[in-house]
């Protein structure tokens, strides 16, 4: 049997697994079972644990559903374990380089000691030093093996359930699980510490714990919090049943109701049944306290006694008063200027409007994108709510005129962000904009992210500079309370970039459904209004943004091009939209379509799409038409803005590093072969798996019908999907 079974569990942490994984592969210690505990075979950590088990043999994943919780995954873990020892590792967890061989070489000094308790990291997500919350406790430990009577103080409840290493079959000849429900690292430290007879410390850390940004989950606000009394009652009741000295006793009980009150004061971890919840706790402390407990100093020592004497009356006057403090020195977010600060508080005032919603795209740019494509579904299905896009003055004449729209920096525009229920954008809003409590924020986005974003661009100086406060950034996304994504590597990756409490929503992204409901007619309209020449065919070149830059330059002579591949094509140039400055740069077999306002159509129009790595070969791929990535600075731009995978390793078609190897792909007609087509059926099966046509429905129905996800259509398998009708043929004769 293996010496150790590492067991992960994933649930909500796809983003961040891999990290896990490799940490635990990385060890030089080699001889261990690695078991990641995933949702469901469909789930996007499945993915990601299959292509590990692949690759090693090692690797053993298992599955567990949500509904079974932490506790649920982690049995699941233990039942398929066979390692001599068990570990555990949240998906927030990684194991330091030589954990396992610092292990292997203290267990062999302790011999089978029943439990090792060890020493763990907390590392903050962003800015700050780590702490090793453990180092304190097990510093007063002896130095050998030892029984738990020497070392009252470990209980077992202030350690999670990753800061020791359990012996397998200690735990199965007590039949010691996990306990169902929320703060079960509380329920199993308490139950294990009192079934060891022999434990041993190691003094040194094992386990390097990630801090989410948002928290951990048993920190949010919820009913769950009264489930923490469930796991106290349970530790208390089989350690009065065993008869324990008075001084374990006493050091079990204080740590459990140091945790009781912590969430009996917190001002939000409880919205509803705060009373009941001290009701309850105020009855188990009475019934377990030990004779003569002494109570802590200070103002813990005074909640201990209003919580023995069931005063609740007065323990919500003392937390009423440091709530009072600390509200004191809370600011409120304004807008800027005194008449439409004056005017956004007012409107603050009044209740929601429950059938207002607000849109925004590309920071006001105009009609377009995720917004627009879920406004228009919203119109079909739910017209009983009434819509209002947010544009900048200089692009309001863009807006279709049946449309209602409000000039940014009016106070139309103050009005609805302060009454609306529902506000959506592909980008943010203003920082001084105010998340109500029952306001719905839902955020499009708009691309698949090859590039770093969000956080993740903070170790890229040239890009983090251009990108202003990270910190101000991530307060707007705390807003969100929806966040769409269009397959599983954005899922992951937004996960990485944008961590906070939102929901993400693998529904697709609803501007790319017209590449699936578009005909033949709407192709030919489409080419009509970029003037294409009949008979031509059309390659979109859209380069995308480099932050090393200043302007735009297109990086390829497209003169030169169009003269090397034939007079039969003509090229559609779109620049990113930073450039769009509504004036046209190309002549003759260049056709500039920058200032076009829908991007949609510039795709449907085009028989091919040449590109770098902007986020435009993902939606073009939909079309299941040929790409051809030109990556003349690949190397360049990997370093300077950083990405989420090797676009050369993976890309979506045939790629060209220079100007003649471009050419010569159309020359020949390579870009469209068989080769070019294999590799763009892998790209589409990783990148296009939740465009179908019907992600605006999804959208609609769940964010601004509130109906429940099992009644939101499912996404239609790829192989299913037809694709809009390419113009012309693709193949050279």
């Not at 007012?346 to 929601?352: G, H, N, V, Y």
């Not at 469209?672 to 990783?686: G, I, N």
């Amino acid at each position: 049997m293996p010496r150790f079974s590492i067991i992960v569990p994933s649930h909500g942490v796809a983003g961040r697994l891999s990290l896990a994984l490799d940490s635990v592969l990385a060890q030089s210690f080699g001889d261990f079972e690695l078991i990641p505990v995933c949702d469901g075979p469909d789930c996007p950590a499945s993915d990601v644990a299959a292509g590990y088990a692949r690759r090693d043999c090692r690797v053993a994943p298992v599955h567990s559903p949500p509904t079974a919780g932490r506790a649920g995954a982690r049995n699941a873990g233990m039942r398929a374990a066979i390692g001599e020892w068990l570990l555990f590792l949240d998906g927030d967890d990684v194991l330091v380089p030589g954990a396992l061989a610092a292990l292997d070489a203290r267990l062999d000094e302790t011999g089978d000691v029943d439990v090792l308790y060890f020493e763990h990291e907390r590392t903050p997500w962003w800015v700050g030093e780590p702490t090793n919350p453990a180092a304190p406790l097990l510093a007063r430990a002896p130095d050998g093996v030892f029984p738990p009577e020497r070392a009252p103080h470990l209980t077992g409840v202030q350690l999670p359930a990753w800061s020791a290493a359990y012996r397998r079959a200690f735990l199965a000849e007590r039949q010691l699980a996990f306990p169902e429900g929320h703060f079960t690292d509380v329920g199993f430290g308490g139950l294990v510490a009192l079934s060891a007879e022999r434990v041993a410390v190691l003094r040194q850390v094992v386990v390097r714990h990630l801090l989410r940004r948002q928290g951990s989950r048993l920190g949010l606000p919820g009913e769950h919090h009264a489930e923490l009394l469930d796991q106290v009652e349970l530790v208390l009741t089989r350690a009065a049943g065993q008869g324990l000295s008075g001084e374990r006793f006493a050091a079990l009980f204080e740590q459990v109701f140091g945790a009781v009150l912590k969430t009996a004061a917190h001002p939000r971890r409880l919205p509803r049944g705060r009373r009941a919840f001290f009701r309850r706790a105020s009855g188990l402390y009475r019934r377990h306290r030990p004779a003569g407990f002494r109570v802590p100093g200070g103002s813990l020592g005074v909640q201990h006694r209003l919580l023995a004497a069931g005063s609740y009356a007065a323990f919500r006057a003392l937390r009423r008063a440091i709530q009072a403090a600390a509200r004191a020195a809370a600011g409120v977010p304004r807008p800027g200027g005194v008449r439409n600060r004056l005017r956004y508080r007012l409107q603050l005032l009044l209740p929601l409007d429950r059938n207002l919603v607000v849109y925004c795209a590309y920071w006001g740019r105009g009609y377009l994108c995720n917004p627009a494509a879920i406004h228009a579904k919203a119109r079909e299905l739910a017209p009983h709510l009434r819509s209002v896009f947010l544009v900048e003055a200089d692009r309001a004449h863009t807006v279709p005129e049946d449309v209602e729209y409000a000039v940014i920096g009016s106070g139309k525009h103050w009005d609805v962000l302060a009454r609306a229920k529902y506000l959506v954008n592909n980008a943010n809003f203003a920082d001084a904009v105010v998340k109500r409590r029952g306001s719905v924020h839902l955020s499009t986005q708009h691309g698949t992210p090859l590039k770093k974003m969000g956080a993740d661009q903070s170790a890229y100086p040239v890009v983090t500079a251009a990108t202003g406060s990270i910190g101000k950034l991530l307060a707007r996304v705390d807003r969100w309370d929806y966040n769409l994504t269009s397959n599983g590597h954005s899922t992951q990756m937004w996960e990485s970039a944008y961590p906070s409490a939102h929901e993400p929503l693998e529904y697709g992204y609803p501007r790319n459904d017209v590449y699936y409901t578009a005909d033949a007619t709407d192709v030919a309209r489409a080419r009509r209004e970029l003037g294409v020449p009949d008979g031509k065919k059309a390659l979109l070149y859209a380069p995308t943004h480099r932050d090393h830059a200043t302007g735009f330059e297109t990086g390829l002579d497209l003169e030169a091009l169009c003269e090397e591949i034939g007079d039969e094509y003509v090229v559609l140039l779109r620049a990113h939209y930073f450039y769009d400055r509504g004036r046209a740069r190309g002549t003759g077999r260049i056709i500039d379509v920058t200032a076009h306002h829908s991007a949609e159509d510039v795709c449907l129009a085009a028989d091919a799409l040449i590109t770098d790595y902007s986020s435009i070969m993902f939606d073009y791929a939909n079309l299941d038409r040929p790409i051809v990535v030109y990556a003349d600075d690949w190397d360049v731009y990997r370093e300077v803005r950083g990405v989420y995978f090797d676009l050369m390793e993976s890309p979506p078609g045939r790629v060209a590093r220079t100007p003649g190897e471009l050419a010569a792909l159309f020359r020949d007609g390579s870009y469209a072969d068989a080769e070019a087509k294999a590799l763009r059926t892998a790209f589409r099966e990783r990148f296009c798996q939740f465009d179908d046509g019907l992600a605006a429905e999804r959208v609609v129905r769940r964010v601004l019908l509130g109906e429940p996800p099992e009644a939101i259509p499912p996404v239609i398998p790829l192989a299913e999907r037809i694709p809009a009708p390419a113009p012309t043929t693709l193949v050279r004769n």
